[in-house]
């Protein structure tokens, strides 16, 4: 299974907005929409943040959204916020029951 | 709450065996399929398995098919890993995660492979 690819990092400012990516290819992000993204601290166990590309669950501020073009999907935070800062992952359905993570995204808070 | 809760982890030697046990309070597993998912020190994460509700089908990742068993005990609310022939680069903190969302995750137990 291959990784998706993430950018190894990016950074804004407090109230700016940040997009992170998330490519894969036909036979994981851009085949179904089973796209997931997850936020983990340092020292902390990951969190689901977006689920099937766009669902947020419950208790998840609506400043995370999810969005997917083609074999891209991207995770969009609005209006950043200090204790957002954290790494970030997408994940995908791959087909037979098999799942796939993207590297990681560190997101610093200027 | 809903709490998953990792064991079994710790230093073993190349070629050696573990079993890892995930125990969950405040939710019933047998109506979920259930995950491990693992993250290398310094790492990102890496899905490892998976199993169905009631454990009739089963996936592994190509990095560990054939020595790990992913199995699970709903009466005891209880998912494992058997863990066998293990390598330096199997190191990792080993968290279980529910359904297809991966929500929620333990907090993982740690894996050591080493001489």
């Known amino acids: 299974q291959s990784v998706l690819t993430q950018p190894r990092s990016v950074s804004g400012s407090p109230g700016q907005s940040v997009a992170i990516s998330c490519t894969g290819a036909s036979g994981d992000v851009g085949g179904y929409n089973y796209v997931s993204w997850y936020q983990q601290h340092p020292g902390k166990a990951p969190k689901l943040m977006i689920h099937d590309v766009t669902q947020r669950p419950s208790g998840v501020p609506d400043r995370f959204s999810g969005s997917k073009s083609g074999n891209t999907a991207s995770l969009t935070i609005s209006g950043l916020q200090a204790e957002d800062e954290a790494d970030y992952y997408c994940?995908?359905?791959?087909?037979?029951?098999?799942?796939?993570f993207g590297g990681g995204t560190k997101l610093t808070v200027l | 709450e809903v709490q998953l809760i990792e064991s079994g982890g710790g230093l073993v030697q190349p070629g050696g065996s573990l079993r890892l046990s995930c125990a969950a309070s405040g939710t019933t597993l047998s109506g979920y399929w259930m995950n491990w998912v693992r993250q290398a020190p310094g790492k990102g994460l890496e899905w490892v398995s998976r199993i169905k509700s009631d454990g009739t089908i089963t996936t592994y990742a190509d990095s560990v098919k054939g020595r790990f068993i992913i199995s699970r005990d709903n009466a005891k609310n209880t998912l494992y890993l058997q863990m066998n022939s293990l390598r330096v680069e199997d190191t990792a903190l080993y968290y279980c995660?529910?359904?297809?969302?991966?929500?929620?995750w333990g907090q993982g137990t740690l894996v050591t492979v080493s001489s």
């Open positions: 995660a529910q359904s297809d969302w991966f929500d929620p």
């Open positions: 994940s995908s359905y791959a087909g037979a029951e098999k799942w796939v």
